[in-house]
């Protein structure tokens, strides 16, 4: 049986910390918390691999800002005589065409990252009185640079504490 990891409990206090600090900030502002955490998410499902990190804030910054583009496209599509579920369905099957071609060539746009917040700022759009996409971009820009930068502070720090030992 695993036993309690000293390290991992105080990584995991100072993370919590770092949270309440961003969860505050993003309340104050008045502006959603999501776009940020959901680099944190990423950071972490990647093993915090810091070479991803420009992938993951270009290509996030990249998704939700092709909400502009889904909004053209699909109101020109429907405006043709499509409906509207068919329009999106065709906007996103193409977009994830297009990470799947160019992926290779223009990773740090074309990736998983972008194809995510994509879908979350397509959900979150459809709530009451959503944030402008320019602002959402900011959020995951700012807010999830800083959570990266946060949480290699913590390892480090973690480090340090362990060698000095």
Not at 27 to 32: A, D, E, N, Q
């Amino acid at each position: 049986m695993a036993k309690l990891d000293k390290n991992r409990l105080i990584f995991g206090l100072l993370l919590i910390i770092l949270i309440a600090i961003g969860e505050i900030v993003f309340h104050v502002l008045h502006v959603p918390a999501w776009p940020a955490f959901l680099i944190m998410i990423f950071f972490f499902m990647d093993h915090m691999d810091k070479k991803l990190a420009p992938n993951m804030l270009v290509g996030g910054s990249f998704g939700i800002l092709m909400i502009i583009a889904a909004k053209i496209i699909v109101t020109s599509l429907v405006d043709a005589g499509l409906d509207q579920f068919l329009a999106f369905l065709i906007f996103v099957l193409v977009f994830v065409y297009c990470i799947v071609a160019f992926g290779e060539i223009l990773p740090i746009l074309f990736n998983n990252y972008a194809f995510m917040a994509l879908l979350f700022t397509a959900t979150y759009m459809q709530t009451p009185n959503p944030q402008n996409p320019f602002i959402l971009t900011a959020i995951l820009l700012v807010g999830g640079g800083i959570f990266i930068i946060g949480i290699l502070g913590i390892v480090k720090l973690l480090m340090k504490l362990a060698s000095s030992k």
